[in-house]
């Protein structure tokens, strides 16, 4: 069974920089692709970063460079590293794999932007 569980949530200052991290479990995460996500209240679910099971990652428009998403398979590990947060960045964070066609997502971790 496939289990994600972020972390590394919080209040970060504006301009400031946070890791999100999202570990992996029920089978090798070499054998996925993933992906974050974040949702804001009263706003739809929207996708953040994705990372291939090669390395190769895409980001949403939004993120304009401030985001880097990165996986360690050895620890199971995914991580986004996002820098020079905005205001409009306050979201619970998803991390989400595709698995044999059914979406598996974590519990979500917050992140709030102070100013």
């Known amino acids: 069974q496939v289990q994600l569980m972020e972390s590394g949530g919080g209040s970060v200052q504006a301009g400031g920089s946070l890791r999100l991290s999202c570990q992996f479990s029920g089978i090798p995460l070499r054998l996925n692709g993933m992906r974050w996500y974040r949702q804001a209240p009263g706003r739809k679910r929207e996708m953040v970063a994705a990372?291939?099971?090669?390395?190769?990652?895409d980001y949403a428009d939004f993120v304009e460079g401030r985001f880097t998403v990165s996986r360690d398979n050895a620890k199971d590990m995914v991580y986004l590293q996002m820098n020079n947060r905005k205001f409009e960045d306050a979201a619970v964070y998803y991390c989400?794999?595709?698995?044999?066609?059914?979406?598996?997502w974590g519990q979500g971790t917050e992140v709030t932007v102070a100013g």
């Open positions: 989400a794999t595709d698995y044999n066609g059914c979406w598996i």
């Open positions: 990372i291939t099971t090669g390395g190769s990652s």
